[in-house]
């Protein structure tokens, strides 16, 4: 196989790439690029000669506002179905985009290129796209695979380190609940390194997207398995509302969280739980917040992981071991609380 090539099968290629490859990808008529504003102001060069629709990212602009400009600057430049629409940027840009080829003219041909690290190796990944609404995240999407995805590591130089660190989580969940090896790798490294090693960041990043698509592949329409990839976000997600504070730090604590209730049952022993917590401390992701599961639950129970009084957590078994367990709400409240 191309030593580029990260996975591939009959609907998707993801494929390491540049940016020569980029323009040489980029180059017909029949293309419409959805660009994120930051990567349109530092990349432009590259995207000036072609349909755009930017968007400013932020969590407000993934809306039906956004989407309904999309969809006018598509008809009023008579793009039909034949089009190839192309997602180039963050997480954001990759569920907005993914959301637009699986509607325009009932679908069109999607190719994304992620920009940021979670987009690389999570967002732009095993085809969910989505829109929010009423400030409700993601409430409105659908599936739709993207016929290539193209990673370009030398993004990854002009994102911020806080940006770079949300991926970073995403790297460590996968590892922490799936892959020991990637766990060993991350495990003997540090920011730095991934900053300063573009062979070590290509490492992760494809064995990040190959456990990934491993589990996808399984279960594509997330009714099983890929539950799993939320470790660490029901309670993460209800930290980031509740305490705004950045969504990888706001995982990495659901992370240690759920670890601490792995301990508490008896599932893995002191040491593991020490590894987990010290690649979370070695990676700058624990904040000494001090957490009120009281006032954290009603966020909690607001997830869309919570359903009839019942919420599942993805616990640990072993280092790249997981364990689906449901608990009923009322003693999932009382386990947390009995961590403090
Ligand atoms: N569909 C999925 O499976 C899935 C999975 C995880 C997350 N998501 C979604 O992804 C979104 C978060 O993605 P994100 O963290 O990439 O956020 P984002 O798209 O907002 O990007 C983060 C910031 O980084 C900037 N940026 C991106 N690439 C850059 C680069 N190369 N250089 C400089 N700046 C760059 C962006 O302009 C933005 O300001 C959320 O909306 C989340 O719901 C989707």
Known sequence: MDKDVIYNDLVTNIHFSDFKNLESIINSKNQFLIIDNNINKLYGNYFKNF???????????????????????????????????????GGIVCDFAGFVASTYKRGT????????????????????????????????????????????????????????????????????IYDYNLFEILENNNINNYRSNSELIKR?????????????????????????????????????????????KSVAL???????????????????????????LQHNLISDLKIDFNKLFKYILNDKKAENNKISEILILDIGKYKIEEFDIQIFKEKLNALC
Do not use: W
């Open 109 to 176: 041909k999607l190719i994304l290129v992620p920009t940021s690290l979670l987009a690389q190796v999570d967002a732009a990944i095993g085809g969910k796209c989505a829109l929010n609404f009423n400030k409700i995240k993601n409430v409105i999407g659908t599936f739709k695979q993207a016929e290539q995805i193209l990673i370009i590591p030398e993004f990854l130089q002009t994102l911020n380190d806080d940006e770079f660190v949300n991926g970073l989580a995403e790297v460590l969940k996968i590892a922490i």
């Open 254 to 280: 659901g992370l240690k969280i759920t670890t601490e209730l792995s301990l508490k049952l008896n599932y893995i022993n002191q040491n593991i739980y020490e590894r987990v917590l010290g690649i979370l």
């Open 51 to 89: 349909d755009k629709f930017i968007i400013e990212s932020k969590e407000q602009n993934k809306s039906i506002i956004s989407y309904q400009n999309c969809i006018n600057q598509l008809i009023n430049n008579n793009v039909d179905k034949n089009i190839t629409i192309f997602g180039i940027g």
């Open 204 to 248: 992760i990043i494809s064995k990040s997207i190959n456990d990934k698509m491993e589990i996808v592949s399984q279960d594509y329409y997330d009714k099983g398995i890929r539950k799993i990839l939320n470790a660490g976000h029901t309670i993460g997600h209800a930290i980031e509302s509740k305490y705004e504070l950045p969504h990888g």
